[in-house]
């Protein structure tokens, strides 16, 4: 338990500090662009999978733990101890970046361009998308999971690429709460916990229906 928590904190914490600080850096080099933002997001996710993937299962996010506990691939306490130490490290990458940079373009939190329910109504979609992608590369008996972390990966940088300018594309609720938190931006935080764990959540019960034998 003590190796997952680890790789769950470094991941994360990885995934977080790379992803954000993109924004960050962004911000104030103006080099990156959107489409870089959201490459790093979608090179760093890949990466990560690859790299703690065969150690914790490279959740990296209280959404996709959430959904593997409906699932049935993780059980209840696990689940708990991989949301507190992603939460954890979500904020550790944050405070990072503030110690590094200040608190420029609020250390890359996530806001609605549009109205809250937009926003709500993408997030809930896109994690949904993201989940199901990760049952079906990661998870279902006939996949190859040698090649999970390029369609994860693939997936969160897409996502990222058409709809991160108007509702950020968190997808995970540890990249949101970080940077809410550690910026003091915390006034549309509860749309990108409670969107996407029911995105992923959905895509549970219906993957669970789907394959079920």
């Known amino acids: 338990m003590k190796k997952k928590l680890i790789s769950e904190f470094l991941g994360t914490y990885f995934l977080v500090f790379a992803g954000t600080g993109a924004v960050v850096i962004d911000d104030i080099t103006k080099s990156l662009t959107h489409v870089g933002v959201a490459l790093t997001f979608g090179l760093v996710v890949m990466a990560l999978i690859f790299a703690f993937g ?4 490279a959740h990296f996010n209280p959404a996709v733990t959430i959904a ?4 049935g691939d993780i059980n209840k306490r696990e689940a708990i101890n991989y949301i507190i130490i992603q939460i954890i490290a979500g904020i550790a990458a944050s405070a990072t970046l503030l110690g ?4 420029v373009a609020t250390l890359g939190t996530t806001l609605p361009r549009g109205s809250w329910e937009q926003s709500f109504i993408l997030e809930l979609i896109l994690t949904f998308f993201l989940m199901m992608v990760i049952f079906g590369s990661a998870v279902h008996g006939k996949a190859v999971k040698s090649f999970a972390g390029i369609a994860i990966g693939a997936t969160v940088g897409l996502e990222a690429m058409f ?3 108007i509702c950020g594309a968190s997808m995970n609720p540890a990249r949101s709460i970080g940077p809410a938190l550690v910026s003091g931006t915390t006034q549309h935080l509860w749309v990108y916990i409670v969107a996407t764990i029911l995105g992923a959540s959905i895509a549970a019960g219906i993957y669970k229906q789907l394959h079920e034998k």
Not at 54 to 57: D, F
């Open 163 to 165: 709809a991160g300018p």
């Open 68 to 71: 593997f506990l409906i699932h």
């Open 54 to 57: 065969h150690l914790s299962g």
């Open 100 to 103: 590094l940079f200040g608190n």
